[in-house]
């Protein structure tokens, strides 16, 4: 999902800079030794996870659960402006008796102030969606990249980096790392770690250097 790429890209990229300036720290204080650097596309490992096309599948149920519930508020709110609007029009029809007329005119106030409720139902419903998806979102996202870091942890003392930088683009579609030769790129080994133990509906069949990656979705008790 773009939202979630957008954050993980605005997050990282920071993390980049200031792995950028260790090295320009680390690089003054060891004059003979020399700094082992691997690099990470983060917006490549993360995007090609198949957990992340499991939270994206979540985010889309969860979000197709609420919507249903809120097509029901909506439906019963056009049902009472309709009722309210013929309640009204009953209560002003000259070809009724007065005691008709009086009754639907009390009829149209309290369908009104039912109406009313409905709306700020509605708005109460649609803010508490807005909230749980945007908590499950961030959730979900930093679950996925502490599990990326994780494997480039491991990666990185197998085979004896000093440090790993990401070459991810950022949200202004600059490159955090401004060069790199492509050397020492864990990216490719860290996906398929991470996807090794994935499920036969995750698993995707290789795809061209750069082709995009497939979204994933939404919501659930049982999300991890």
Do not use: C
């Amino acid at each position: 999902m773009k939202v979630i790429t957008i954050m993980i890209r605005s997050r990282l990229a920071k993390l980049a800079t200031l792995a950028l300036a260790l090295v320009a720290f680390t690089g003054v204080g060891i004059a003979q030794e020399s700094l082992k650097i691997a690099t990470v596309d983060m917006t490549k490992a993360f995007e090609s996870y198949w957990k992340t096309a499991l939270s994206n599948k979540q985010m889309t149920e969860r979000n197709a659960d609420f919507a249903k519930i809120e097509q029901g508020l909506v439906d019963d709110i056009k049902l009472a402006r309709e009722e309210h609007a013929r309640l009204v029009q009953s209560s002003r029809d000259p070809a009724n008796s007065q005691e008709k007329q009086t009754a639907d005119s009390r009829k149209s106030r309290d369908k009104a102030t039912e109406h009313d409720g409905l709306m700020r139902r509605l708005n109460e419903y649609q803010q508490n969606k807005q909230r749980t998806m945007g908590q499950m979102r961030n959730r979900l996202t930093r679950a996925r990249v502490d599990e990326i870091n994780e494997i480039i942890t491991i990666k990185a003392k197998e085979g004896g980096y000093d440090i790993v930088l990401n070459t991810a683009k950022s949200a202004a579609d600059t490159m955090a790392v401004l060069y790199t030769a492509g050397k020492n790129d864990l990216t490719d080994s860290v996906i398929a770690e991470l996807n090794a133990d994935a499920p036969k509906e995750f698993k995707k069949p290789a795809t061209a250097e750069g082709a995009a990656a497939p979204a994933a979705t939404a919501p659930s008790p049982g999300e991890k």
